[in-house]
């Protein structure tokens, strides 16, 4: 049957005393739903409904381009009331998988058996052993184990309370089916809602079967409805992506001290030292070390190279063999070579650094081409900017850059190339040739400095 997923991601948050939607809060960098989106696009669904309600112009801006169908739910009604709003849009040949926004960490390794039990006459839901089961709906047994209904906790006696294997929410039945049973939903509970796990007794009512699967940990199925589970879901991930990088073959300082905000790739024997963040898509290279307290973003490092502590990195791109920092920034478009060398308060944007070549000091390095093996001093930048436009400085193989230069660019600075130390460099500077540019220095005699008048 074909497969179509909705996702139910209308509910306020109230508890997360935020401006912003539960299902658009931050998660490893990208929103909960975002999460959940992309789990569902790994199933190849037919379609992927969402059904939004509070804060929905926003919800649908933030995801503008994810590839789903979206559904008002106008009125918060329950769950049930939920999905009745999405089923119109689904034929009644589609299996139907239900889904939930502030669910992020749901797997597919856990839906793919899910889905495998769900047939016309088979209703699969996914529960999940409980330390505390607490204002989870419980599955209810017969004596031969078989699940007949799910009972909301505030509905529950004492009895069902002490139940621990709960109701995540998450299930699987024929859309037809669920057409028919939504149809047939009352409200009279302690909620005063729609509630889609009454399906449930109404599905063995009709002779179907309810398999339910036991979700693998606790932590997968975990709803987020505050900032503190939002913190617990946040740790979760973090450690299981940790795990992850370590089994790849990287040695991290401390796995609970780093941050993994997108995907990271990493050669054998890597190093990773403590609070670094990782964010969108990294690779790492053989043997290369990230010092502590980095921020790399976007970008591509070679193999053998170190980065020493407190770099930040914006999409960028670093050779083999490299040494970067402490204290470096690489902005957008930066480009580094093998055997390069980027030193404390330096900062490269939208230029390449040739191979062998040096920036170990407070140096600017903005919209330029460097050639193989430049020496740059300490205190140098290359002026790019007019106030209106920005402009390109070449530098030849071989210059040596004397300590505070300022190249003003546009510029060329030919090969084998020196600046004199404080040089402010306005035009082309000929290869193998020493070029100054100083204004003559001047001492006034008997000069004082003035004092405070009083």
């Known amino acids: ?54 804060g929905g112009d926003k919800v649908k801006d933030a995801l503008a381009t994810a590839p789903v169908e979206w559904t008002l739910q106008a009125e918060q009604l329950g769950t049930g009331h939920a999905l ?15 889904l939930y926004g502030d669910v992020p960490l749901i797997r597919t390794s856990t839906l793919k058996p899910l889905l495998a039990q769900a047939t016309e006459r088979t209703v699969a839901l996914l529960s999940v052993i409980l330390r505390d089961a607490t204002g989870y709906g419980r599955i209810v047994r017969d004596t031969a184990g078989n699940v007949f209904r799910i009972v909301e906790h505030k509905d529950a006696n ?26 047939n939903l009352k409200n009279d509970n302690a909620q005063g809602e ?28 975990l709803g987020v409805n505050d900032k503190i589970q939002l913190a617990e879901v946040e740790t979760a991930l973090r450690k299981e992506r940790a795990t992850q990088l370590m089994v ?62 407190s770099c930040a990195f914006d999409r960028a791109k670093i050779g083999n063999h490299c040494n970067v920092g402490p204290f470096a920034r690489l902005r957008p478009e930066a480009e580094l070579g093998n055997h390069v060398h980027i030193g404390n308060f330096v900062e490269v944007k939208k230029s390449l650094v040739g191979d062998g070549s040096k920036a170990n000091h407070l140096t600017y390095i903005g919209d330029a081409t460097i050639g193989t093996k430049v020496n ?58 020493l070029t100054l540019a100083r204004a003559r220095q001047v001492t006034i005699p008997g000069w004082k400095r003035p004092t405070k008048k009083s």
């Open 248 to 309: 790849a073959g990287a040695t991290l300082a401390d796995p609970s001290r780093i941050d993994i905000r997108g995907d990271v790739t990493v050669g054998k024997d890597v190093f990773i030292d403590v609070n670094v963040v990782f964010v969108g898509k990294v690779t790492i290279g053989d043997r290369t070390k990230i010092g502590p307290h980095c921020y790399i973003k976007d970008c591509e490092i070679g193999a053998d190279t170190e980065v020493f502590a």
């Open 194 to 221: 729609y509630y889609l796990t009454d399906i449930v007794t109404m599905a063995v009512k009709d002779g179907c079967k309810i398999a339910a699967i036991v979700a693998s940990t606790e932590t997968e199925v």
């Open 376 to 433: 740059i001093g300490a205190g140098s930048i290359t002026v790019n900017y007019d106030g209106a436009n920005k402009h390109r400085t070449e530098i030849g193989d071989n210059a040596f850059i004397g300590s505070g230069s300022m190249l003003v660019a546009p510029l060329k600075i030919g090969a084998g190339a020196n600046t004199g130390a404080g040089s402010t460099i306005t035009k082309n500077a000929p290869d193998g040739e």
């Open 84 to 98: 009745a709003q999405a089923l119109p849009a689904i034929p009644d040949d589609h299996t139907v998988l239900v």
């Open 158 to 183: 004492t009895k069902e309370r002490a139940i621990n294997e709960g109701n995540t929410g998450i299930l699987c039945a024929s859309a037809k089916s669920l057409r028919q049973w939504l149809s």
């Open 1 to 54: 049957m074909p497969l179509s997923i909705v996702i139910l991601a209308a509910g306020q948050g109230k508890r997360m005393n935020s401006d912003l939607p539960k299902v658009l809060q931050p998660l490893a960098g990208k929103s909960l739903l975002a999460h959940v989106i992309d789990t569902a696009q790994q199933l190849k669904a037919a379609k992927i409904h969402i059904v939004y309600g509070h």
